[in-house]
């Protein structure tokens, strides 16, 4: 079954310090996309990041970077210079293994980070 | 551009009773996909719709069906609610597919009593 692992449910950071939370998948596809999202208290989900799979550079937008491990399957996200503002759910997710592969996400049970000032 | 816009916000309903959730998505997206936020299971897929055709369907029981409107709109039904049906239920719009990632809406929490 397609799982999506993030082994951190909670972590802290710094303000300004850098931070990383990990992210393992199991899909069979060789061509797909990645992503991280955010839930701020809010509730809205919002796209952080995308990477593709067949490109071996890792995607970077502003202080978000990605470390993409395709063997590994590993996909985890550093966040640098964090800010109050970062503080929120993320959410790693990909697609399922088989069958309408970018018809749906798979996402995992989420990692709460929360920047101290 | 306006984003993904549900409504309503906040629904409280009863046991046995059915709801009626709503999702207006971006213009010109015309995917429309339905999740299911709880603590427990975290985000589930529920559904997803494209020009007006269910493309792929979670496993949820036959209580929960949608559809689609050919502006994109969609809306998702529940019948026979239950109080393990209270949760954030999420929609989300793409262009064609989930490849270049999702614009969520807000949410309707929904809560059971």
């Known amino acids: 079954a397609q799982t999506v692992t993030q082994s951190q449910p909670e972590m802290s950071v710094q303000e300004a310090e850098t931070v990383t939370l990990s992210c393992t998948y199991d899909?069979?596809?060789?061509?797909?996309?990645l992503f991280w999202y955010k839930q701020p208290p809010s509730r809205q989900m919002i796209l952080v990041i995308r990477?593709?799979?067949?490109?071996?550079q890792n995607a970077t937008e502003n202080r978000f970077s990605v470390n993409f491990q395709k063997a590994a399957k590993s996909f985890s996200l550093k966040i640098s210079d964090s800010q109050l503002g970062d503080t929120a759910m993320y959410f790693c997710?990909?697609?399922?293994?088989?069958?309408?592969?970018?018809?749906?996400?798979?996402f995992g049970k989420g990692t709460l980070l929360t920047v101290n000032p | 551009k306006a984003g993904v816009t549900q409504t309503p916000r906040y629904l409280i309903k009863t046991r046995g009773q059915q709801v009626t959730l709503s999702c207006s998505p971006i213009?010109?997206?015309?995917?429309v996909s339905w999740y299911q936020q709880t603590p427990g299971q975290g985000l589930q897929f529920l559904f997803e719709?494209?020009?007006?055709?269910?493309?792929n369907k979670g496993n949820f029981p036959g209580r929960f069906s949608g559809r689609q409107f050919s502006n994109s709109r969609s809306e998702m039904n529940v019948s026979t609610l239950e109080l393990g049906d209270s949760a954030l239920y999420l929609c989300?719009?793409?262009?064609?597919?989930?490849?270049?990632?999702?614009?969520f809406g807000s949410g309707t929490r929904l809560t059971v009593v």
């Open positions: 719709y494209f020009s007006e055709t269910q493309r």
């Open positions: 899909t069979s596809e060789n061509n797909y996309y």
């Open positions: 213009s010109g997206h015309r995917s």
């Open positions: 990477q593709e799979a067949y490109k071996q």
């Open positions: 989300a719009s793409s262009l064609v597919d989930s490849d270049y990632g999702y614009t």
């Open positions: 997710a990909s697609p399922p293994d088989s069958g309408g592969s970018n018809y749906k996400l798979t």
